[in-house]
């Protein structure tokens, strides 16, 4: 090599060699469908599991709407459920607050929709938690779903809700959450909230109701979105509740993993980890 257009040509092969194949459209990845069914009381929930032989173990999977869990080509805040599905598992999801049907008429939607209602002093998780509970008693009932093995999880906001499901549902035995939302006023949504409006639905208030829970968490050890700190300030909250509330417990199932990221991202094979936790604890 003695010139830059040898250079240069040998850097553009070392492109070309190095890109991905282009698959052809029966080689491309498939996810299994999503129905939307709904309870008795008229509760909408998606489903990715067709009706197993027995009640199987169940993830609940909180981050958006309904419809864009669904519409995601990549599924990517739903890869857990597709890994655990692999062993039998089933996974739902639902709008979580003002997010799909459950954004109001004239409210801000999404985190905005949050600090509007936290503001104005509504019940921002307790209605989300009731319809949870309604989907779980749903699949019980019709064979969908081992009530000795649920679980929840989320990522970022789906993460906060999944602690508050928990937290209000005693049969979701454990709870996982991908760069999780853990104290709301780390938003920037929430400048306009004070601290004694959102005292309510911080998770500091909901440790001794998660007491002797399994629970994982992972963040970004750079996370200023949702906050490494809080992250890391619940983890610590939840293993002194255990110890003071479930004393015969020698461990506290607690599992905080603080990784490189960038930014408020999940970090490296989050979601196979969460997957590889779950499976670990929901073995018979």
Request: hydrophobic content about 40%; overall charge neutral; charged content about 25%.
């Amino acid at each position: 090599m003695n010139s830059f257009r040898d250079v240069g040509l040998v850097v553009m092969l070392l492109f070309v060699l190095r890109m991905p194949p282009v698959l052809a459209d029966d080689a491309k990845p498939t996810f299994p469908p999503m129905r939307t069914l709904k309870t008795a009381d008229g509760t909408r929930f998606g489903i990715f599991s067709e009706k197993p032989a027995a009640p199987a173990a169940t993830l609940f999977i909180f981050a958006s709407s309904i419809v864009e869990m669904g519409n995601d080509p990549a599924r990517y805040y739903t890869q857990t459920g597709r890994d655990l599905a692999k062993d039998g598992w089933v996974y739902v999801v639902l709008d979580i607050p003002c997010h799909g049907e459950d954004q109001k008429e004239g409210e801000p939607g999404a985190l905005q929709g949050w600090a509007h209602r936290v503001k104005a002093g509504q019940d921002l998780m307790g209605p989300f938690v009731k319809r949870c509970s309604a989907v779980l008693d749903h699949l019980i009932a019709e064979g969908y779903t081992d009530p000795h093995r649920v679980a929840a999880s989320g990522t970022s906001r789906g993460g906060f809700c999944a602690l508050h499901f928990a937290a209000g549902e005693p049969r979701v035995r454990a709870v996982t959450g991908v760069a999780p939302v853990t104290n709301p006023l780390a938003l920037s949504e929430f400048a306009v909230v004070t601290e004694e409006q959102a005292k309510s639905i911080n998770i500091d208030s909901l440790t001794d109701r998660l007491a002797g829970r399994i629970v994982w968490l992972s963040i970004g050890n750079d996370d200023a979105r949702v906050s490494t700190d809080d992250c890391v300030h619940l983890a610590r909250n939840l293993v002194a509740a255990t110890r003071r509330l479930k004393p015969e417990m020698k461990v506290a199932p607690i599992e905080l993993i603080v990784g490189p990221s960038e930014g408020h991202r999940a970090i490296d094979d989050a979601y196979p980890l969460e997957a590889q936790f779950l499976r670990k604890h929901f073995r018979r």
